[in-house]
């Protein structure tokens, strides 16, 4: 079993900057993809920012230019630098990951329990 434990979440300011963490642990041979998803009240969940396990990245439109995300291999860590922030960017956010727990190719996907994102003054 595969475990993901988001930190780093809180209530900042427009303009504002925050760093979310997310940290795999249990059995885990490889991570394919890496990313950050968010769901504001009242909407569907949305993807923010991806990342390959080559270092391809992915971003919303919404975030473009605001948000980086990176990961840590040797950790099995995924980060989001959220830049800028906007009162719109308030939400519950979770990291996804797509593990392979052993080597025999078969992978699934696994979810944190989300951090909520607060952007007010």
């Known amino acids: 079993q595969v475990q993901l434990v988001e930190s780093g979440g809180g209530l900042v300011q427009p303009g504002g900057s925050l760093r979310l963490s997310c940290a795999a642990s249990?059995?885990?041979?490889?991570?394919?993809?890496m990313d950050w998803y968010r769901q504001a009240p009242g909407k569907e969940r949305e993807l923010v920012a991806a990342i390959t396990s080559g270092g391809s990245t992915n971003y919303g439109d919404s975030v473009k230019g605001r948000f980086t995300i990176s990961r840590d291999n040797a950790k099995n860590t995924v980060y989001l630098q959220m830049n800028s922030l906007k009162p719109e960017d308030t939400a519950v956010y979770y990291c996804?990951?797509?593990?392979?727990?052993?080597?025999?190719?078969?992978?699934?996907?696994?979810w944190g329990q989300g951090t909520q994102v607060t952007v007010s003054s």
């Open positions: 249990g059995s885990i041979f490889s991570i394919n993809v």
């Open positions: 996804r990951m797509i593990v392979a727990p052993t080597s025999n190719a078969y992978e699934y996907q696994y």
